[in-house]
């Protein structure tokens, strides 16, 4: 069965410096792979996914992830970070379904909390 | 271009009671996933429609039904609710890869 572990409840940053979020996933065959991002009583916004190609993604806000088979990871990074990010960040494997159907697992979620 | 919207944006209903939920796709969008967000989790797979069809179910009891209209947006109907009931319940659809989320629906059930 697929699955994703968030090892981390939370992670702490200052302001401007680089942060990262963990993920590793299990899955049966290739992985689609996902982050997602939820602020306070709202719903989750899609930063970037992992479907083929490139293994560093590029997505929104300055975030990337950097995806790496061997030790079946995506974590999340961003350069330099905002006191804006602090969020609930969440990663997601895709399990089953053709490009537009299948379902998402998420993991349990990992606060940021960005302190000035 | 709307995003996914959906109503209420909260609810309070008591054990036992059936309640609605509704969703509207992003435009363009064929396929919507619901999931259920206890707190302090991560979102759980609830069900897929497309094409008018659930194509996959998570591990929901059938107290949990759903719907998908022609015009791509959906419902998810709740039975008999209990108090484990109670949760944000997110609507996310897809055309691609990707799934798009709503802002939830927030379920209290007292």
């Known amino acids: 069965a697929q699955s994703v572990a968030q090892p981390e409840d939370q992670v702490n940053v200052a302001e401007g410096n680089p942060l990262t979020v963990k993920c590793t996933y299990s899955?049966?065959?290739?992985?689609?792979l996902f982050w997602y991002v939820q602020y306070p009583n709202r719903g989750l916004q899609f930063l970037l996914k992992y479907i083929t190609g490139d293994n560093l993604v590029k997505g929104s806000y300055g975030f990337e992830a950097e995806f790496n088979k061997s030790q079946t990871s995506f974590h999340l990074k961003k350069p330099s970070a905002l006191v804006s990010d602090s969020a609930l960040y969440f990663c997601a494997v895709r399990d089953g379904g053709s490009s537009n159907t299948g379902k998402l697992i998420f993991g349990q979620g990992t606060t940021l909390q960005v302190k000035p | 271009d709307a995003g996914v919207t959906q109503s209420p944006t909260h609810l309070i209903k008591t054990r036992g009671q059936q309640v609605t939920l509704r969703c509207s796709p992003k435009s363009g969008h064929d396929t919507v996933s619901w999931y259920q967000q206890a707190l302090g989790q991560g979102p759980q797979f609830i069900f897929q429609y497309y094409e008018e069809e659930e194509r996959q179910r998570g591990n929901f009891p059938d107290r949990f039904s759903g719907h998908q209209f022609p015009n791509y947006s959906s419902e998810l109907n709740v039975n008999a609710l209990l108090l484990g009931d109670s949760a944000l319940y997110l609507c996310a659809s897809s055309l691609d890869y990707e799934q798009y989320f709503g802002p939830g629906t927030r379920l209290t059930v007292t």
């Open positions: 899955v049966s065959g290739n992985p689609y």
